[in-house]
């Protein structure tokens, strides 16, 4: 199992880019998540999905769009960038059966500049 | 609204010492406790989860308790090594649906050797 993966590791965007941030998971969990990192303050969750076609809203969702098409794809859409959202995105995935013990990806560093 | 806190913020120990890390909640209607591992540049490890039933778990060195009723809960690292060295998180979850997290800011580990 790779468990969870996210592309790409790093990128740079200008002001006002759009860009696609990917995690796939392949250990058949329902439930997915985006959270952010920022130094000094922690991890907040951007959008959840409880399962395909289902997502949610968390703590900090402005400026982001997600979907999810498939039980294994859950990507993150950043329209018109800010220097706001430079952080580093973690996706991350669990399951019922598994007390939601969650599995983290290895992570996106963004710089919006 | 759930809050979570991490002291120390930071900490330094010679190799071989055994350590305690601390987590406390305000909401004790938690369903479960995760400690993670995070190494710089890294994503989460996921060390030890606690369902809000049980009081302890183990792992190899560690030990992770969890008293609900106080909103704490301690992770135990026994004869610490400089490869334990990395930032150490704590988040709870509300809920046994899809139990979203809400993480304290982390505890950073120094082990010298």
């Known amino acids: 199992n790779a468990g969870v993966t996210q592309t790409p590791k790093f990128r740079i965007l200008k002001i006002g880019q759009s860009m696609t941030l990917q995690c796939a998971q392949d250990m058949n969990h329902n439930y997915m998540y985006w959270y952010r990192q920022d130094p000094g303050m922690g991890l907040k969750l951007i959008y959840y999905s409880v399962g395909a076609g289902i997502t949610d809203k968390g703590e900090v969702p402005n400026g982001y769009n997600v979907s999810r098409s498939t039980t294994e794809d859950f990507p993150l859409r950043l329209e018109l960038a800010a220097p706001s959202q430079t952080s580093v995105y973690f996706c991350?995935?669990?399951?019922?059966?598994?007390?939601?013990?969650?599995?983290f990806g290895p992570g996106t560093r963004l710089t919006v500049l | 609204k759930q809050e979570v806190t991490q002291i120390p913020a930071a900490l330094s120990v010679p190799e071989g010492e055994n350590l305690v890390l601390n987590c406390s909640f305000t909401d004790s209607a938690i369903y479960n406790l995760q400690w993670f591992r995070q190494d710089p540049g890294k994503g989460l490890t996921s060390l030890l989860l606690i369902q809000s039933s049980q009081r302890e778990q183990t792992s190899g060195r560690l030990n992770a308790s969890l008293d609900k009723s106080s909103g704490r809960s301690t992770l135990y690292i026994a004869a610490s090594q400089p490869g334990d060295s990395a930032t150490y998180l704590c988040a709870v979850s509300e809920n046994s649906g899809y139990s979203t997290l809400t993480f304290g800011k982390g505890t950073m580990l120094l082990v010298s050797p």
């Open positions: 991350a995935s669990s399951s019922a059966g598994t007390y939601n013990e969650q599995f």
